[in-house]
């Protein structure tokens, strides 16, 4: 993996990272699934004004139209929503080193089943850290100011967990997706642009049914869903660059590095919200720890 590679994906993990502190600044206020909306939009405007300005042709194969559709649905859609569930249930201190090492394990797995990519001695080292570092993440941290998931029952432990696992899982799905689309039309703006897009009409479409007038009766954060959709926009937009050029397996390792992220950020804006526990950070760590060793050791095998 050269350089270039190792930075578009660290970007990228930064600014998945902001948008989570974000989205629990945003899921104070108003409904969830009208934020929803307003942070798809945002991002959706934000990929369309940059396909404007880099795309050379809008001619792609309906293979990877439909992959490009179907990533968009399992991340931008149905990750979104699941990773702002369990951003507000769980605080952003848990739910980003959980959904984060949830996502790289499954990430990996699809990659081998699905995509030919070998496991190696790096990868399952990496498998057992992100497993340790969730657990003291999870046991550590807290669900909100004033309700410490260190104290928490079997089966709220299991209510505040099953949000961020099933967040990394359909992220995880999403990447999968992502990644055979580029090789077969490698255009990381377009392909980003067409899942965003996506999932903005879907949810467009589930709102109007089941919630119509949601906007109208209860306001969102606009402000901040906004904020959150233009970074995760970006984030999309720099892990499609990154996905093009390098294997899913080795790629998501580094995105995952997102808790330790979470928490530095979090210090300084959640710090009023969150309550940021030694466990919290020793676990976030353990998760970087086992990205860069196995990526130490991957990278000289």
Not at 132 to 138: D, E, I, K, N
Not at 147 to 173: E, Q, S
Not at 197 to 205: E, H, P, Q
Request: aromatic fraction near 6%; proline fraction near 4%; hydrophobic fraction near 60%.
């Amino acid at each position: 993996m050269t350089l270039p590679i190792e930075l578009m994906a660290l970007l990228a993990a930064f600014a998945y990272a902001s948008s989570q502190v974000v989205s629990k600044l945003a899921t104070r206020h108003g409904n969830m699934m009208s934020g929803l909306l307003v942070s798809l939009v945002a991002g959706a405007v934000a990929l369309g004004v940059l396909c404007l300005t880099t795309v050379n042709t809008w001619r792609i194969p309906a293979s990877a139209v439909v992959l490009f559709v179907l990533a968009g649905v399992a991340g931008a859609g149905l990750g979104r929503l699941l990773m702002m569930r369990a951003v507000r249930d769980a605080g952003a201190s848990v739910a980003s080193p959980v959904l984060s090492s949830t996502q790289p394990v499954a990430a990996t797995g699809f990659a081998v089943a699905f995509l030919g990519e070998r496991p190696t001695a790096g990868r399952l080292l990496m498998l057992v850290m992100v497993v340790a570092g969730l657990w003291l993440s999870a046991r550590g941290g807290s669900a909100n100011r004033g309700g410490v998931v260190l104290n928490a029952g079997p089966v709220d432990l299991v209510r505040l967990l099953i949000w961020p696992v099933a967040a990394g899982a359909a992220l995880a799905t999403s990447d999968l997706l992502r990644k055979a689309a580029l090789d077969i039309h490698p255009d990381a703006a377009l392909g980003a642009f067409l899942g965003v897009a996506t999932a903005t009409v879907g949810w467009l479409l589930v709102t109007a049914v089941r919630e119509p007038g949601a906007l109208r009766r209860r306001r969102p954060a606009c402000g901040w869903f906004a904020l959150h959709g233009v970074l995760t926009a970006l984030a999309a937009f720099l892990l499609f660059l990154a996905l093009r050029a390098g294997d899913l397996s080795l790629i998501a390792p580094i995105i995952a590095s997102q808790p330790v992220f979470v928490v530095m950020i979090g210090a300084v804006v959640l710090r009023n919200l969150e309550a940021v526990r030694t466990g919290t950070v020793v676990g976030a760590l353990i998760v970087f720890a086992g990205i860069a060793t196995s990526s130490l050791i991957d990278g000289t095998s």
